[in-house]
Each structure stands twice: as C-alpha cells, then as structure tokens.
C-alpha cells in the first residue's frame, strides 16, 4: 500500500488536513519507539465539556431542573501501529470515523482467505458457488461489508466459511476465543476479543502483518472486487502529471470514454452499449432519447450502438471531436418506457451506459451500472484457473462459419443456420413475457438445444450471460407446466411464423411439444464469433484466455456455474466470422 519509508509522513500529513480541515484538535501524545518493526504515533482529541445532543429533548419531558448541569466529554484515540510499508491503527471512542476515507475496506477478507484451508472439498464447493455470487454489475454482491451472520444468500455462504476457519491457525495469531464468538466482517474491521494489553497488541499485529504476506491459493479469493468509494473517487490525482489536479472518477471515465470514442471511429463496427439497469433495459421495447427540446425513441428490439442513439440527432460521428463526443453523452438523457404499467423510469445519462476496463496508476478499475470497482491482482489469474477447469466438463458444440457475405448482425447469422439443421426454429427477437428464450432452437434425440449468438469476445457477453440466464429460468418453469397455457401457444405460433418467413419449414404445436419441450434433458450454448479461426478445446480456451476483457470472461464462467446449480448442461460454440 505504501512505499518503504512514507508511513510516517503520511499518518502526520493526514492527521494534520483533518485537524485544519474540521477545526478538531487531535493532539499527538509522545510515544516511546516500539522495539522490533513496528513505531507508534497517537493523537488524542480532548473536546471541551459540553451538554449531549439527547440533553434537550430530555428537558423537555422532565418535571425539574435536575438535568441542568449535565455534561459529558468524550475522549478519543487513534494509535497508529506503523512500519516501513504497513500501517495498523486501533481506534477509541468516535475516531474510528475519521479514518473511514483511508482504511482498507477487505482487510477482514485478506484475514479470513488465509485461516481457512482451501484443499478441503467442501471449500472447494462454496467457492465455486462464492464466484457465482460475483454476478456483473449487481451492488449487492460487490459490496465490501458482507457480514457472515447476513441472513441473504451471502450470508449462508459466508457463515460455511465461517465453520472452515482453522481454530490452529487462530491461536498462531494469538486469538485464544472460541470460533463461535469470533466476529469477522468484510469491512475494516478483525473483531477478535477484548482485554489485552499493549504487548498483546504489538504481538497480534505483528502475526497479521506476517498472515499479510502469505499469498493466496490462486482461484480461492472471497471478495476480489472493492467498489471505489466515493472518497477515493472525489479525491485529486497526485500523478501521473498529465492527470494532476484532475479527481480520480473524471479521470477514469475520460480513459473509459477514450475506448468508446475510438471505437466509434473505427472502421469496425463500435462497441454494443446497454443501459446500466439491465434487466429494466431487456424487459422493455422503447427507449426515448432527449436532449434539450429534442425527443427521439429507439426501438431495444435492435442491437444498440452509439451511433444508433447519436444519430437522431445528426451528429457526424466520423468527424466529431473527442471533447464534442463527451460533451453529447454526458448531456444526453435516456428513458426507459416500463411497458408493465406505461410509464416512464430510469432516467439516465448516456454516458452512464458506457462500461468496461481501465488501468490507472497499475490499478485495475471496472465499470458496471456506472459504479466503478477494483479488482484485486489474482483475479485475472483466478479467472483463468477457472476456465481451465470448466473446459475439462464442457462440450464443444461446432456451428457452420459466419460467411463474409452475411451481415454484421447476428439476426442474418441466425436465419443462416435455418438451412444448416433438419430441425431448427429460429427465435431471434421473439419474446415470451419479456424475455428472447433463444437466438435459435434445435433438439436432438435426448435434448432441447438452446442457442444463444453473440457478434465478439468482448464486454458484449455480458448481456449474453443474462439472456441465458434468464432463458434457462423461463424455460425450466415452462417445461414443467401445462403446455396448453396460452403464453406458450402465443410464443409457439409467432417463433414458427418467423422462421417459415426466414426460410424455416412449418411445424405443428404437437410436434414442438414431443420434438423440444418433452425432451428429458435441456442445453445452453453460449456462442461467440470471431475473426479468429480456432478448433479444438485448447485452441478454444487459450483465445477465450487471451482476451483483453475479464468482462467476457466473468460472463462464460458465472454462465456455466449458475446453469450447473439448475442441473442444466452448457456448452460453447466458437464460430468463425471470415
């Protein structure tokens, strides 16, 4: 966290803005050098005698004046344990609050990934269910403060570490209660027991600070994403010297904006862009675009690119400069038609649409639901071992090339693979209660096979991932209900009417149930086109490893983890765009 030397001046630097900044007087207390690697600074603050804030109220509703003299003063302690590298601090009374904005938010984390022992099969099991729970852009899930005692699906996974932690390796640190009085939070804060004195202090943090060091198995980390809070984002960029006095967020999103911009100008197509509600944004048909007095709608049925929403507006997206180009996202609005109820909702800049991967000062930052996080230096590491292991249980499923004389978009592919299949239904674009079930259906003598294509290796795969995943639901639900339903019917009759218009032959409601929704098994194939002619799994696997986008990795390994928790079977299916 800090460079050999700089502890020091950083703890007396930051004690001495806050003191300025809030009219406070933490006053440093002189301290004897500590023998060993740690030195201590503390500062005590000593406010004047006052009546508590609760004091008035109180008055009010007594009979006397015997509350009159009432006054308390509250004593405050920061104590900073410091080495050439590392800082440790123990906090008393209300100081704890002041060092909110420099803490490190997955110290219980780093602490509870190395008391546990990742060889044991159970381990290996709430792991993998752990990284499904790393679902992309849902806040509920990257949050730092997991608690194990939380009662949500986390929690559950949490409270099985829980039960892992090695009571040996407690009482190395020194920790001599018992594990079930043990309070780990995925804050800031390692809970451990009360009364000790300062050897015991110096002695623990000494054990942590060598615990720190021990490195993690690769593939076993409990929380590797840490959203940006907004301190750290509002806070100013020191270096490198093109950013300086620029605050950390404005920097990110310029680099962020850089990628879309020039990928705009490209003579590729650019990038898919999807609303940062993504569910809301799936399950609508209208986007109404605004800016000024000049209103637009965009039908979501389509693929959504920049220059699709930029358009309307008749901007030249083949000579716009990149400050014009920021200057139309970030004052442009985008709302979402909710088609349940006819009303408008999510209004949201289009710049907030805008996510993906930058790297700033060798750290790693992600954008999702415009909420950006970091991600820890294993991970793309992890993300790899991962996918190592998923391709030693999947199959590949080979579909025919993506031919040069078909179109970019993946509706042309899809209707190409009609004449490919004795069987086959195209559903590209058909809905059943908001959600496309499939790019194109097929069956074979045992199962019901869903396609779902995707143009790219990229963040792109993300709206991919939940359009299986929210397929995979549906279709659960609906092969095990009546298939008399007029849903089912409604979906059925307008699937075979766009496949017959695309070339597909016609085929009875009977032979649809007995043909795909009977079949005893059921299959998912996330499909991915490139330029790039690869066969054969290792081929497969090392280009899929290769990509620049943890993004499309994230997304075919939650794919696969979430569809094996629903007993249904995955495959992938590299398609060769020439």
Known sequence: MFKTGETKQFIETFMNNY????????????????????????????????????????????????????????YALLMFFFSYTEIFVITGGHSYRIIEEIVDYDFGFSIVERLIDPNKTEIRSLSERGFVGIELASSRFFRSDFVFHDNDDFGKFYRGLEAFIDE??????????????????????????????????LNRISRLSKLLKVEVEPGFEINPFRNVRYKELSSFVVEPEKFRDRELESVLNEMLFKQYYNDLNSPKLDTEIFHPSLIEYLNSSVIYLQRGRERFNVNTNQKIYLKTLLRPFNVDTSSIRFDTFVEWITRMRTIIKNEDVGT??????????????????????????????????????????????????????????????????EEDYNRSLLSKFDSGIMGDTI??????????????????????????????????????????????????????????????????????????RRIGFDEFKNNYLKKDSL????????????????????????????????????????LKAKDIRMSISKIYRE
Do not use: C
């Open 344 to 409: 408008e909702i999510s209004d949201r800049k289009l710049s907030e649409w805008l996510s993906g991967e930058v790297e700033f000062n060798n750290t790693r930052y992600i954008k999702f639901e415009n909420i950006w996080y970091t991600y820890s230096s294993n991970f793309v590491s992890n993300l790899n071992s991962r996918l190592d292991s998923m391709f030693e249980r999947i199959d590949l499923i080979e579909l025919p090339d993506w031919k040069s004389d078909e179109s970019d978009y």
């Open 523 to 562: 299959r998912f194939v996330f499909a991915y086109a490139t330029k790039k002619k690869t066969t054969g799994k290792h081929e497969i696997l090392e280009e899929i490893k290769s990509t620049k986008s943890s993004i499309a990795k994230i997304s075919i390994l939650h794919t696969y983890y979430t």
């Open 431 to 504: 809905k059943y209660r908001n959600i496309e079930l499939a790019d194109f259906i097929s069956s074979n003598e045992t199962e019901m096979i869903i396609y779902h294509v995707k143009n790219g290796l990229d963040r792109n795969l993300r709206v991919l991932q939940s359009q299986i995943l929210n397929s995979a639901k549906v279709i659960s639900e609906v092969r095990i209900s009546d298939f008399e339903q007029p849903a089912i019917k409604n979906y059925f009759e307008r699937v075979i009417k766009f496949s017959e218009r695309n070339g597909g």
């Open 19 to 74: 003191n300025a900044e809030h009219g406070l007087k933490y006053d440093l207390v002189e301290s004897d050098s500590v023998a060993g690697e740690f030195q201590i600074l503390q500062y005590i603050n000593s406010p004047s005698f006052k009546p508590p804030s609760w004091l008035r109220i109180s008055r009010e509703a007594a009979k006397s004046n015997q509350l009159q003299e009432v006054k308390n003063k509250n």
């Open 168 to 201: 040996k390796a407690l009482s190395r640190l020194g920790v001599q209660t018992e594990r079930k009085k043990l309070l780990v939070k995925g804050e800031a804060g390692f809970k451990i027991d009360t009364s000790i004195n300062l050897e015991t202090i």
